[in-house]
């Protein structure tokens, strides 16, 4: 099956510093590949997801990079605010199905102000 | 519109007994999941639902069943608990089978 690894677990950063969180995938026929925030005692929400035919996507601050050929995928936050402070999760699926996603085991931002 | 609901949102339980868990879908989405999430790790697949269908099952022992009901709700059952089920277990549902999908709040088990 599916394995994702994401790093690095936790991430430090000042605020208007940028932040780079990376995650690699070991099934090619993944295809979608969804980024999720949740902040404590809450549910994962979506900021940005990407397919398999981009190779890359921006909205607003975030954006997200696909290497297909090396199966690596990364999130990019820039001018980095106290609120985006949360724990980050990248998952990958197949045919785009997002319901079946394999997720990584999160990363811990914190921007300090 | 109301997002994903769950039900209940703290349960605790002793090992050996039973848990019933349920998710209501945001209206008109059709798919459902459920997801294991552990204190410090991501959610770990366990069921895919689809017009009350199974579509996928995750890496879990057979002591966890699930359904769909006609109104799309659906249902996690877990079986002979062991102290390794406390966790998070969040429902998503999506439009369709290769939807964006929505989280519920989820529902913490606790096993003693």
């Known amino acids: 099956g599916e394995n994702v690894e994401q790093h690095p677990s936790t991430l430090s950063v000042q605020e208007g510093d940028s932040a780079v969180i990376k995650c690699t995938y070991s099934?090619?026929?993944?295809?979608?590949f969804p980024w999720y925030k949740q902040e404590l005692g809450k549910r994962p929400q979506l900021i940005i997801d990407?397919?398999?035919?981009?190779g890359e996507k921006k909205d607003q601050r975030i954006a997200v990079t696909l290497n297909k050929t090396a199966k690596h995928f990364s999130l990019h936050i820039t001018e980095t605010q106290p609120e985006d402070s949360a724990v980050y999760f990248c998952a990958a699926s197949r045919d785009t199905n997002a319901g079946k996603s394999t997720f990584g085991d999160g990363t811990t931002l914190t921007v300090k102000p | 519109d109301a997002g994903v609901t769950q039900s209940p949102t703290h349960l605790i339980k002793t090992r050996g007994q039973q848990v019933t868990l349920r998710c209501s879908p945001i209206?008109?989405?059709?798919?459902v999941s459920w997801y294991q999430q552990v204190l410090g790790q991501g959610p770990q697949f366990i069921f895919q639902y689809y017009e009350k269908e199974e579509r996928g099952r995750g890496n879990f022992p057979d002591r966890f069943s699930a359904r769909q009901f006609p109104n799309y709700s659906s249902e996690l059952n877990v079986n002979a608990l062991l102290l390794g089920d406390s966790a998070l277990y969040l429902c998503?549902?999506?439009?369709?089978?290769?939807?964006?999908?929505?989280f519920g709040p989820g529902t913490r088990l606790l096993v003693l």
């Open positions: 209206s008109g989405h059709k798919s």
């Open positions: 998503a549902s999506s439009l369709v089978s290769v939807g964006t999908q929505y």
């Open positions: 990407i397919r398999s035919n981009v």
């Open positions: 099934d090619s026929a993944s295809n979608y």
